[in-house]
């Protein structure tokens, strides 16, 4: 028998491995089925100090595709959201929401009040060719690639009938290129690559299909480990700090409540009127108790709105200062880099 050195059992493991590897990052769909022919076309790179020209696609996959604000928050996600599909877009418009177009990974099927963000798919997604050449990170970053993968699910969920395609290309959410056939060919093919039942090949946040941004936003304040001043400010999204918006947002059960006090002290002022009232030591009592206790809370909610707006105020000044000598700094620092070569 022939033998076989350690070099080149090694060599086979290795070689063993890179197909194993290969194989599970193959795309999830077949060139068969693929929605996008064209080459797509990236812009420059956009970063939170402007624009690189240089910037690398598997950059820009990066900041299109990952989630890394709902990952970080994984373990309390089940608060915000249920371990269930999306539903399509013709459900959503029947619970009179608003479809708001993001093009943030994180805000993709969040939701609040009447309106929910969605990303439009991006046609790069939808081309095989993509994935093995310009794309190769998506078929060489696992996480990456189970990112791509949950977005592609995530527009299963979305679009499930024909009046859902027709209400997704009318909002932009996908091209108005695609046929429903064409559409329904590429999810029944996408599905048997993408296990919807146990979900191994999509990133956790896909675990989860909606997320109620206000429990988000608590979560991101009040979770243990996710503590911080900044957390604390932003929550998960940062929402207007106008005047009316923040007070419809944080203290609209104070009206509530003074038309609750309302509505009691007028029902003890006509008491105090009748005559098997007005002699009640115990009813005089209790109703100049209530009026002081409710003259006390009306004072100390006008005091604490007063308080948290000005509190907002004064960070959110003391912020941009700080924000602008960041990035006047990093300016000059540029210009001096670029002066000196």
């Known amino acids: 028998m022939e033998r076989v050195s350690p070099e080149e059992m090694e060599c086979s493991k290795n070689s063993k491995d890179s197909a194993e590897k290969l194989v599970l990052f193959n795309p999830p769909f077949r060139k068969d089925y693929e929605l996008q022919k064209l080459r797509p076309s990236f812009p420059p790179f956009h970063t939170s100090s402007g624009f690189n020209p240089q910037g690398a696609v598997s950059k820009f996959l990066d900041q299109d595709l990952r989630t890394p604000a709902l990952d970080k ?10 371990p269930k599909a999306a539903r399509p877009v013709h459900r959503q418009i029947l619970l009179g929401r608003t479809i708001i177009i993001t093009e943030n990974p994180n805000e993709h099927l969040v939701w609040n009040a009447t309106r929910i963000f969605i990303k439009p798919i991006p046609e790069y997604l939808l081309s095989r060719d993509f994935w093995t050449t310009e794309g190769n990170a998506l078929i060489q970053d696992r996480p990456l690639y189970q990112s791509a993968c949950g977005f592609l699910l995530s527009y299963c969920w979305l679009i ?3 009046s859902d395609l027709a209400i997704a290309q009318d909002v932009r959410l996908v091209s108005s290129s695609i046929t429903w056939e064409a559409w329904a060919l590429f999810v029944t093919d996408l599905l048997t690559n993408i296990d919807p039942d146990t979900l191994d090949t ?15 936003n608590l979560i991101y304040r009040f979770a243990p480990g ?3 001043g900044q957390n604390f400010m932003r929550g998960f999204m940062l929402e207007p700090l106008w005047t009316t918006a923040f007070l419809e947002r944080n203290f609209a059960w104070l009206f509530s409540v003074f038309g609750f ?3 009691v002290a007028g029902s003890m002022q006509v008491g105090l009127g009748t005559d098997s009232l007005h002699g009640s ?21 006008v005091l604490l ?10 960070y959110h000044v003391l912020r941009a200062k700080e924000n602008l000598k960041i990035v006047r700094k990093r300016r000059i620092d540029r210009q001096n880099s670029r002066d000196s070569v």
Do not use: N
């Open 226 to 228: 996710m503590f911080s």
């Open 160 to 162: 499930c009938t024909k």
């Open 305 to 314: 709105v007063g308080i948290v707006w000005g509190f907002l105020t004064v």
């Open 281 to 301: 030591g115990k009813f005089q009592s209790a109703s100049v108790g209530f009026t002081v206790a409710s003259l006390i809370g009306a004072i100390a909610s």
């Open 202 to 216: 999509v990133s956790k946040r896909y675990h989860f299909g909606e997320l109620r941004l206000s429990r988000l």
């Open 261 to 263: 006090v309302t509505i």
């Open 73 to 82: 928050i994984y373990s309390h996600l089940w608060l915000a959201g249920l």
